[in-house]
């Protein structure tokens, strides 16, 4: 998998603004991605050397629109872990 | 926070002023807007006032830049323009040179605006100035015509049957265009067509050609129009006219005596009281108009005499109000407007460039006048206005105080200052000046203008 395709988006929130002071860094990726090609995807994207890498598959939450269900996508968080060295600077805004 | 400023004054009165702020200003004003915006944005996965400032600057940084340049030329402008000599006219709004520009935080800022500035003005000398007094008299022959326009308002209209139309009648007839074979043009056709016979007041000029007509006769008349005919309809064409006189009145005017004079008014007792009050009007009115002429003779040289650089938007200005007021004759239609020029084969723009030599020059003699009234300090005292308020409260035959309240009402007391002032310095320039006497002209001429 490329590795553009693997990392899909920063999350960006208060709660992970504040974990990037632990140098852990949130990312949104794909579904069928594993935490080793999340590594590797981050390597040739900032070139930097995740030292953990942490993923939660996030379910979709039940929504409703009038009397129609559903629900929103089910969708794959990573939380890495950086040597205190490095950082991801383009780390940004969505 | 200006840390440096240059000013040049350019031809046309134009100033371009450049401004240096310093970073730390620049700084001041980023940082304030960075911390209100953070309190009150709201960006998805913070709580409202919890967003850090970093993600604001990664999110939003051009926009707050921006913005900071705008609050920082606005304040720092307002700062220099009240230090500065050359104040901007109320209507020219500072420009900026470079629209591009945008103030980095920490940095220094310079800019540099332009705008019009109320012109510098050398006076030419306004004293000594020579000009030539018509002179006047009224005639015999300009009482008579006062007078005869009198009797005409007070004329009386009757029928007079079975007598022939002579000049001066006011017939009412019918009439239609015919063609080669003498059947009517279809919608040329006129009834009730009223006019004073020999006054010239028709399409068709038939004036001379009704004369010795009487009632329900009726008359083929044919009649040739050159091609500089008024009526562009009829300029260069043969036309048959079929007309037809229904009513014949007679104009009677009253005697010139004493009746007519109390008719006129009840101020008038004899007639010598209605001549003498035509007498003293039409001097008023000469005067007026002398003195009008002396004032503009006298401008025009205080003008030549003098230095001054219109800027461009004093005078667009004027063209605009000059094209409004154009309008306003027309109903403030300005789209008609436009449109008949165009069959004129002229544009707005034609029209402005024919009046800008009229409007500069108008522009210059009120800065002229201005100029004067400020090193001569004329001004309108309380007690002149109320004078001119008295004077108006008689004529209506109201108390001073009610004309007063009018005045004020209309919000007409400052122009009525400004008049007196006007008038005040038309009549210290006058006494400047070296008045030899004129030309003598007939009092019409001086009244139409024609001088």
């Known amino acids: 998998m490329e590795a553009s395709k693997v990392i899909i988006a920063p999350v960006v929130t208060e709660k992970t603004n504040r974990l990037k002071e632990v140098k852990r860094y949130v990312f949104r990726v794909d579904s069928r991605a594993n935490k080793f090609q999340v590594k590797r995807a981050l390597k040739e994207m900032f070139n930097v050397h995740c030292t953990e890498c942490r993923i939660i598959n996030v379910k979709g939450k039940p929504k409703r629109v009038r009397y129609k269900l559903g629900y929103t996508a089910t969708w794959k968080k990573a939380i890495v872990t950086l040597p205190k060295d490095e950082t991801i600077s383009a780390f940004e805004g969505a | 926070m200006i840390s440096q400023k240059e000013v040049n004054l350019k031809e046309n009165s134009k100033v371009f002023l450049k401004i240096t702020v310093p970073g730390t200003e620049v700084q001041k004003e980023y940082d304030e807007l960075l911390k209100e915006y953070c309190e009150k944005v709201q960006i998805k996965g913070f709580r409202k006032g919890k967003v850090p400032a970093e993600v604001l600057i990664r999110k939003y940084g051009e926009e707050i830049k921006g913005e900071t340049t705008y609050s920082v030329i606005k304040k720092s402008l307002d700062e220099a323009i009240q230090t500065v000599e050359e104040k901007p006219l109320g209507y020219s709004m500072p420009e900026l040179i470079d629209q591009k520009v945008t103030a980095e935080p920490g940095k220094d800022f310079t800019y540099e605006v332009t705008y019009d500035t109320y012109p510098k003005v050398e006076l030419g000398d306004y004293t000594g100035i020579k000009a030539e007094k018509l002179q006047y008299a009224i005639a015999d022959e300009d009482l008579d015509r006062e007078l005869k326009a009198v009797q005409d308002r007070n004329s009386v209209v009757k029928e007079i049957k079975d007598a022939a139309v002579k000049k001066g009648h006011i017939i009412t007839i019918d009439y239609t265009e015919l063609d080669a074979d003498e059947n009517p043009v279809e919608g040329t056709a006129r009834e009730g067509f009223v006019f004073e016979v020999g006054t010239g007041h028709t399409l068709h000029k038939i004036d001379e050609d009704v004369v010795g007509m009487k009632a329900g006769e009726e008359k083929i008349i044919k009649k040739t129009y050159d091609k500089e005919y008024d009526y562009k309809e009829l ?119 024919d009046w800008r030599p009229n409007v500069e020059k108008k522009i210059k003699a009120e800065i002229v006048l201005q100029e004067i009234e400020e090193k001569q300090k004329i001004t309108a005292s309380e007690e002149e206005v109320d004078a001119e308020v008295k004077k108006f409260a008689d004529e209506r035959g109201i108390e001073f105080e009610k004309a007063k309240e009018q005045y004020e009402a209309a919000k007409m007391l400052d122009y009525l200052k400004r008049s007196i002032t006007r008038e005040k310095t038309f009549d210290y320039m006058i006494e400047q000046a070296e008045v030899k006497k004129g030309k003598k002209i007939k009092l019409l001429d001086l009244l139409q203008g024609n001088y």
């Open chain 2, 235 to 353: 300029a260069g064409r043969d036309i048959i006219l079929k007309v037809k006189v229904v009513v014949v009145k007679e104009k009677i005017l009253p005697a010139l005596d004493d009746e007519l004079a109390q008719d006129v008014s009840d101020k008038f007792k004899t007639l010598d009281d209605l001549k003498k009050d035509i007498t003293d009007r039409l001097t008023k009115a000469a005067e007026d108009k002398i003195k009008e002429q002396l004032a503009t003779q006298i401008i025009e040289q205080i003008v030549a005499a003098s230095k001054m650089d219109l800027p461009s938007t004093m005078i667009d200005l004027e063209l605009e109000q000059s094209w409004r007021n154009f309008c306003q004759q027309f109903n403030n239609r300005e789209d008609i407007v436009i449109k008949a020029l165009e069959q004129d084969g002229k544009t707005k723009e034609d029209l402005y460039k």
